[in-house]
């Protein structure tokens, strides 16, 4: 009965611990979009903001795009570390009405002129006015601002491996895909084998199969997060077995 309660208990406090991770996790803000001060008179300064997060292999020069429905306000950009999140904002003044802002990625260029089209793209709206005070999301989990003191910084470490994860995986299935087509297209047209070859041999076949499964997994977060809690989970079960 000991070891059960404990196995229970272990359980809960692992799933916790992932699930306030996740919910800390650095690409949550990805979508944050504000200005600030909350209150001030029209036509005085203001200043809005996106927070951007460059969940790419490299360093990005990422620029954002102020809009409104009508105009651009403005762009401003900003040197982004891979794995790390910065703010971008924008010098602006309190509009007579109040206006919807749109925040959107429009370049992301790392040092060798390379673009990460996976960085550009909306981030969000806010609606700015005179008479809009921004109100801050209460939190789903209580204490989120402190368990993303806590995790943040390890967490962008686990992001950074996820997505480098991803590209080597990425790799190493499309090579040996194309290892597997070369292969086959050595055999003749009419060669007896012809179609026992068409998945190339028994271990192209078995590495075709784990680096696409290795890409799903690392490809997703939700799906990597749930991987890393059973995981854990497993750890969890074994030190209980041998503590009881």
């Known amino acids: 009965m000991k070891k059960f309660v404990a196995l229970v208990l272990l359980s809960i406090v692992s799933i916790s611990m992932v699930t306030q991770a996740v919910f ?44 409104t429905t009508t105009e651009t306000i403005g762009t401003a950009s900003a040197l982004i570390a891979k794995g790390s999140a910065k703010t971008i904002t924008l010098a602006w003044k309190m509009p007579v009405k109040d206006t919807v802002v749109t925040a959107k990625v429009t370049s992301a260029i790392t040092s060798t002129k390379k673009s990460l089209p996976g960085l550009i793209g909306t981030l969000g709206t806010v609606t700015v006015g005179s ?3 921004p109100t801050a999301v209460s939190s ?50 009419d060669d007896k084998n012809s179609a026992a070859k068409s998945f190339g041999n028994p271990w192209d076949s078995f590495v075709l199969i784990y680096a696409t499964t290795g890409a799903a997994i690392f490809a997703s977060q939700a799906i990597f997060y749930i991987a890393a809690a059973l995981i854990i989970l497993l750890i969890l079960r074994f030190v209980v077995n041998l503590i009881f």
Do not use: H, M
Not at 38 to 57: F, G, H, W
């Open 140 to 189: 789903i989990i209580p204490g989120a601002a402190q368990i993303n003191a806590w995790f943040a910084p390890l967490l962008t470490k686990v992001e950074a491996f996820r997505v480098k994860q991803k590209v080597a995986y990425t790799v190493l299935k499309t090579n040996t895909q194309k290892k597997i087509d070369a292969s086959n297209a050595k055999a003749a047209p």
């Open 24 to 67: 800390a996790a650095p690409e949550l803000p990805k979508a944050s979009v504000w200005f600030d001060p909350a209150t001030v008179a029209v036509s005085e300064p203001i200043t809005v903001n996106a927070l951007v997060y460059n969940n790419q292999v490299s360093d990005a020069t990422v620029t954002v795009a102020f809009t």
């Open 131 to 133: 008479t809009v005070t």
